[in-house]
């Protein structure tokens, strides 16, 4: 038998929940893939906390089980519908993970950037009209998770847009092209935040962008 040192344990035991944390936004990202938000919610969410919360893009934000639960049952039936999904495509690709835990290690927020090659009904330049638009996009998720009894759970699922652009127009011209449907904007706890994240980029005079928000710093909540 090997004997590992307490300090050892628990760099192991650290490794562990970052990588559970890590593959709880994986499953996230393939529910969602399947148009299958309420599976992630079922499956992923420690779903009857009472700070349990769900806040996509400029939807603003759902809190409490029966507020979250009702949002993620909209979004379902939107991504469910086929009226408008012709030539849709969202493949999300998430990457750059950071996790940080609090002092007694029961919570832990993570930070994931977002690659997104799109397609869908969208406002490109010139003109108003909504047609099938090939869009990048780029965005940051920023969640908490919480230890239970069956192990980590989401608790916290906030996903911003920091850039939604036509393909062949860019970021640099038309950086927003796309807006989540008004079916999903109904009575939000959190009121909806703008989206497009590089509106906050705002040069500081000091060399720096804020491209908010961020993490802090390791057992320092």
Known sequence: MIEISEKEAAR??????????????????????????????????????????????????????????????????????????????????????????????????????????????????????RKLTAIWCFGKFHCDFIRTEAGWKLLKLRELAFVRAPFDIGWNEQPECYSMPAELYAGPDIPPRTSIYNTDAVYSGHGLFNWGPYMPADGSF
């Open 12 to 129: 192991l035991n650290r490794a562990a929940d970052i990588r559970e944390i890590e593959q709880i936004m994986t499953r996230y990202v393939q529910y969602v893939s399947r148009m299958d938000p309420m599976g992630a919610f079922e499956a992923l969410f420690d779903r009857d906390n009472p700070e349990v919360t769900v806040e996509i893009n400029e939807c603003g934000g759902y809190v409490g089980p029966e507020s979250a639960r009702r949002f993620m049952e909209k979004y379902q039936a939107y991504m469910r519908d086929p009226s408008d999904k012709r030539g849709w495509m969202d493949i999300q690709e998430i990457n750059t993970p950071l996790v940080v835990f609090s002092k007694d290690k029961s919570r832990a927020k993570g930070q994931w950037s977002i690659f997104s090659p799109q397609t869908k009904q969208a406002t490109a330049w010139p003109g108003d009209e």
